[in-house]
């Protein structure tokens, strides 16, 4: 989301909603400095750590963190037979990783001879984020991908009316909210737990994680008119950005319906 996704200003349809345009391809790339020491680890080794990462805004992509190929272990990384060809870098080639009896294949790969509109490409390396056990943004460990600087999450208290409905059934009435905004997403109000039935709720085995969030527990709704899996997620300790949230509930699910001041949440 944020630059490359969303109606973001590198998003190949790019917002109608400016007075200038973008004199380029419609897919589009931006390398720009990532600002922290990056690590990688695979057991107890350490594949990559970089304080000379990039980031690679792309059209449609979430951004990928590149390093300088000095930044990797070489003496862990065996070549693949794989090959991969993309019409705006150029010819990817992989390799493998090793660590004792651990082997993440195709996990690293590089564009030796890239395309002439992405030549500073050349000499670094990216590592898909899954094949790794554990990255860290400095001393932090992050989850999911690496947090893109160009997004926001603003948590805000609101005495807006929000009412939370299934079938005929009030959920949640609440005018002490939090309005949760973040970039690229919908506006999402978060309810103060003793302001919604929770006893139609149920814990769900469903749990996600958010790189600007943290991790999400959800709740099942069960009332007289069905059950709903997965109808409300709550951050219990929520990351720093987020940490107004802690414990409050939040609803979206087919056959859930959220009004704010009278009007529906399209």
Known sequence: ?????????????????????IDGPAHRLLWQPFPRRVRALLGSATVLDSTSAKLLHESNLLPQLYVPRADLREDLL????HRTHCPFKGD???????????????????????LAGAA?????AAVYWSSMDAW?????EVTGHVRDPYHRVDVRPTSRHVVVRAGGTEIAESRRA????????PNRFYLPQRDVRTELLEPSATHTHCPYKGQASY???????????????????PLEEAVRIAGYLCFLADGVETVVDGEPLS
């Open 78 to 81: 065996e070549e693949s037979a």
């Open 1 to 21: 989301m944020t630059l490359t996704l969303g109606g973001g200003p590198l998003a190949s349809r790019s917002p109608e909603t400016v007075n200038y345009t």
């Open 219 to 237: 709740r099942t709704l069960r009332t007289s008119g069905g059950v709903i899996e997965d109808a409300a997620w709550c951050y219990e300790r």
């Open 120 to 124: 500073w490409l050349t000499g670094h």
């Open 178 to 185: 939090y309005l949760l905004s973040e970039t690229g997403l």
């Open 92 to 114: 990817a080639r992989y390799w493998n990783v090793r660590v004792g009896d651990r082997v993440a294949e195709n996990a690293v790969w590089s564009y030796p001879e890239p």
């Open 136 to 140: 860290f943004d400095e001393d932090e």
